[in-house]
């Protein structure tokens, strides 16, 4: 089965505020639609990001990344027909469709209602109503409605691809949702439990909202990396970026900092994106040599591009000589420089085996080392 999420983000959305439109306004750091788009990376095989002619800047933006652009209609069915269009040929079989205007969708649920896809035509998260209901005129109660049976929609509201296109070209508009669509269609709907955090964005206040449930929902990756490098011709080590003499070098394809290439692949590790020598084959002659910091910079660039800040980094060094301790003030020093990070990130320190081991015969050293990423 092949499964795309279309991302309508064709709205005007002032009501928010700000004098933009809510998808493009600053949220955490990064603007509300660039969260919702990275919470569908990874679970689908195609994202269509469904824009508005207005937005000429941000169609250049993302014309060259891995998303399906499509533009919108005059309302919001006409948004998501053009969405449902724009795969026509990619041979979808399931397709999610979510506002993008709720950038705290979790995993969880976005996986629910594709597992709910499953066994039923249509699928979309719904919270039952818990408050009591009042119809009101004129500023004052004039009624209650009964809660009974009664759900709150929330997206991403899921559909046998064939099937939306099918009922979405028969219906004659003005529906609130794609479920209204979907059952006009004659499709049966089930109800996925939906999540209090799942918040759409439309007051001003509701921007504090999503901060906080962003804060308790936080995204933190932890990556460990081993390296080893065993001693051979020479007069000094490269250990952390630090040159510090010693009787023997370390043997290796590039500069042989074992230091550095744990913390690299710590990096890669927290990202699930492999190793160094992934990215930097030592069968490539290019590397032969190379400083290692290339290595770091590298992994460091990377964790940007996927939008996630290093929080600290920890190396340990196993080694019975040389010794670390008065090299480790200027090593915490260069690998924060590289890093982009403050002293007090970095962490840098040394242990023997007690003489075990090829490390405690003087063979080599060997590094481990953490580092703990947080979604930006």
């Known amino acids: 089965?092949?499964?795309?999420?279309?991302?309508?983000?064709?709205?005007?959305?002032?009501?928010?505020?700000?004098?933009?439109?809510?998808?493009?306004?600053?949220?955490?750091?990064?603007?509300?639609?660039?969260?919702?788009?990275d919470r569908f990376r990874g679970?689908?095989?195609?994202?269509v990001l469904v824009l508005s002619d207005e937005d000429a800047p941000t169609w250049e933006e993302f014309r060259e990344t891995d998303l399906i652009l499509a533009t919108g209609?005059?309302?919001?069915?006409?948004?998501?027909?053009?969405?449902?269009?724009?795969?026509?040929?990619?041979?979808?079989?399931?397709?999610?469709?979510?506002?993008?205007?709720?950038?705290?969708?979790?995993?969880?649920?976005?996986?629910?209602?594709?597992?709910?896809?499953?066994?039923?035509?249509?699928?979309?998260?719904g919270l039952p109503v818990t408050d009591a209901l009042w119809i009101g005129h004129d500023g004052s109660v004039s009624g209650t409605q009964d809660r009974s049976n009664l759900f709150a929609a929330q997206t991403p509201q899921g559909f046998h691809y064939d099937a939306i296109?099918?009922?979405?070209?028969?219906?004659?508009?003005?529906?609130?949702?794609?479920?209204?669509?979907?059952?006009?269609?004659?499709?049966?709907?089930?109800?996925?439990?939906?999540?209090?955090d799942?918040?759409?964005?439309?007051?001003?206040?509701?921007?504090?909202r999503v901060e906080r449930i962003m804060g308790t929902t936080m995204d933190v990756r932890l990556g460990n990396g081993y390296d080893v490098h065993r001693f051979g011709?020479?007069?000094?080590?490269?250990?952390?970026?630090?040159?510090?003499?010693?009787?023997?070098?370390l043997q290796g394809h590039s500069d042989a900092d074992v230091g550095m290439h744990a913390v690299t692949d710590a990096i890669y590790g927290a990202l699930v994106q492999g190793d160094i020598g992934q990215h930097f084959p030592p069968s490539d002659p290019q590397w032969k040599g190379a400083a290692s910091e290339i290595f770091?910079?590298?992994?460091?660039?990377?964790?940007?591009?996927?939008?996630?800040?290093?929080?600290?980094v920890d190396c340990t060094l196993v080694c019975e000589h040389p010794k670390i301790g008065p090299h480790a003030?200027?090593?915490?020093?260069?690998?924060?420089?590289?890093?982009?990070?403050?002293?007090?990130?970095?962490?840098?320190?040394?242990?023997?085996?007690?003489?075990?081991?090829?490390?405690?015969?003087?063979?080599?050293?060997?590094?481990?080392?953490?580092?703990?990423?947080?979604?930006?």
């Open 43 to 47: 679970l689908v095989d195609y994202i």
């Open 73 to 125: 209609g005059a309302d919001r069915a006409g948004s998501v027909r053009n969405g449902l269009q724009a795969l026509e040929n990619h041979q979808v079989t399931r397709v999610l469709i979510h506002d993008v205007a709720r950038p705290c969708v979790s995993a969880h649920l976005i996986q629910n209602v594709l597992n709910a896809l499953d066994t039923h035509q249509a699928a979309a998260p």
């Open 329 to 376: 003030p200027k090593m915490k020093e260069e690998m924060s420089k590289i890093m982009g990070l403050r002293a007090d990130q970095v962490s840098v320190k040394a242990t023997t085996s007690e003489r075990l081991g090829f490390t405690g015969r003087s063979e080599g050293i060997a590094a481990l080392a953490t580092a703990c990423l947080v979604k930006a």
């Open 296 to 312: 770091l910079r590298h992994a460091v660039e990377l964790a940007e591009t996927m939008g996630y800040r290093i929080s600290n």
């Open 198 to 208: 799942n918040l759409k964005i439309t007051r001003p206040e509701d921007f504090a």
């Open 1 to 37: 089965m092949t499964t795309a999420a279309i991302i309508v983000a064709a709205g005007r959305g002032l009501r928010a505020g700000g004098g933009t439109p809510k998808q493009w306004r600053a949220l955490a750091g990064r603007r509300v639609a660039d969260w919702t788009i």
């Open 233 to 249: 011709d020479g007069d000094h080590v490269i250990l952390c970026g630090v040159k510090v003499p010693h009787e023997r070098g």
């Open 165 to 196: 296109v099918k009922a979405h070209a028969a219906h004659p508009g003005g529906a609130a949702d794609d479920v209204e669509v979907a059952r006009a269609a004659g499709l049966e709907v089930c109800i996925v439990p939906g999540d209090a």
